[in-house]
């Protein structure tokens, strides 16, 4: 089997993004579990469903000055957004699409900033931080 991956695509709202930065330029994470389990006397297994393990944390790490997010959570016109991952795998010839959708999406950190006199390139470097209440994953 073999398996390419390159050509990816951030749908950040309406827009298309493509002004990244280097190395990890949007991270999908999922900080909780989707189940919590416990084992109780004579070895009886429990367990429940999580919602919290559907809660997704997106990372992404684009040129200073460019157009993410032109709306923060304290202002009247705050409207929580929605992004589209696509993952694009060419596998043994074939094209297939992992595509993750995030609702509900949030801001969650301020963009950090600096100034460096020696050249450190993470200064033109802007990473934002949202969570998002909502996400699903499909294969197309």
Do not use: C
């Not at 930065?21 to 999922?30: L, P």
């Not at 200064?123 to 909502?134: D, E, K, L």
């Amino acid at each position: 089997m073999q398996s390419y991956t390159g050509q990816d695509i951030l749908k950040f709202g309406a827009r298309i993004l493509s002004n990244f930065a280097d190395g990890d330029v949007a991270t999908i994470s999922y900080p909780n579990d989707l189940h919590g389990m416990k084992i109780g006397k004579y070895g009886n297994a429990i367990a429940a469903h999580n919602e919290q393990g559907n809660m997704a944390e997106l990372t992404i790490r684009v040129l200073k000055g460019s157009y993410v997010v032109a709306w923060k959570n304290h202002l009247p016109s705050f409207a929580p957004q929605n992004a589209e991952f696509t993952k694009v795998i060419t596998v043994d010839n074939s094209i297939t699409n992992e595509v993750t959708s995030l609702d509900f999406l949030i801001p969650t950190r301020n963009v950090d900033t600096k100034d460096n006199v020696e050249g450190d390139t993470e200064q033109s470097v802007s990473v934002y931080s949202f969570r998002a209440g909502v996400s699903n994953r499909a294969l197309a």
